[in-house]
């Protein structure tokens, strides 16, 4: 065999650009209110609830009973990110990786938005006629700590608990965040391998999805604090707001100031508030050694 033969050996390329490991758009988005959002503030208007009137007397006055409003603001911020493929790098390529751009940068304005919503799970609202009003989470009675533990079945039904102990309509879509450690954690609970527990029966399509009337919605974003304990959320649908003044919007074009470079250039401006106290539950879940 020729000693130079190596020189005929063919290398391999290949087309497809991969994508690396990432969370790919938004969780959270399709589990919290959508509103669209004109101008750098959204105002939203609530009601509050009332008393009936017992009468005492016959031809008495009419009652007036005062409906009580209130107002809560959502602040919109602008995202952008943009990268450059020279024109005659791509003629280098065996493929142009243009439209993976788009798709990553795509995948990362979704994490984003996630962390507009999960910082306003348990961040500062803004109420008032005016929006100029701070009103703090609930930590005294929407907060559930971590006791040394992980997620629990009984730290769900805590969570049920305070929702119905408020009154929160059972018929508004319930959900949960938490991270793998957290499912983990759920899994390895007697309660949840139990069919009598789950009714979807989690552990044999390999994933938690229902409980206890809560949706779950694993990600890896949120926060941990630290005290190595994460701070995980249990919601009702309406009791979080997402208001976005542009969704996200994709750009493809040369720039004639970059020698004709293709640019992908994307951009969006959301918002995302906290729209009742009641609505937002807490969870805290030991992570420590």
Request: with cysteine.
């Amino acid at each position: 065999m020729s000693l130079e033969i190596t020189t005929a050996m063919v290398k391999q390329y290949h087309e497809n650009v991969q994508l690396l490991s990432q969370q790919k758009g938004s969780r959270l988005r399709n589990a919290v209110r959508f509103e669209t959002v004109r101008g750098q503030y959204g105002f939203f208007d609530q009601i509050g609830a009332t008393s009936a009137r017992k009468r005492t007397a016959r031809h008495a006055d009419t009652p007036l009973v005062s409906t009580p409003h209130s107002r809560r603001r959502v602040n919109t911020v602008d995202f952008d990110w943009a990268d450059l493929l020279d024109s005659l790098d791509e003629v280098k390529l065996l493929g142009s990786p243009v439209s993976k751009y788009a798709i990553n940068a795509s995948a990362a304005f979704g994490r984003a938005m996630d962390d507009e919503i999960i910082a306003a799970f348990d961040g500062t609202a803004y109420t008032g006629v005016d929006g100029g009003t701070e009103t703090s989470f609930d930590s005294t009675n929407n907060s559930i700590a971590h006791g040394s533990t992980s997620m629990t079945v009984a730290k769900i039904l805590s969570c049920k608990e305070i929702l119905d102990g408020w009154d929160v309509d059972p018929d508004i879509a319930r959900f949960i965040a938490l991270t793998s450690t957290q499912v983990t954690a759920l899994l390895n609970a007697t309660e949840v391998k139990s069919a009598d527990y789950n009714t979807v029966k989690a552990l044999a399509a390999g994933q938690i999805d229902t409980f206890c009337g809560f949706k779950f919605i694993q990600t890896e974003r949120l926060l941990v604090p630290a005290t190595t304990s994460r701070a995980c959320f249990a919601w009702a649908e309406d009791g979080m707001l997402l208001g976005v003044g542009q969704d996200i919007k994709t750009d493809i074009g040369p720039r004639r100031d970059k020698n004709m470079a293709v640019q992908v250039y994307v951009n969006m401006s959301i918002g995302a508030t906290r729209m009742e106290e009641k609505k937002v539950v807490r969870v805290y879940c030991w992570e420590g050694a």
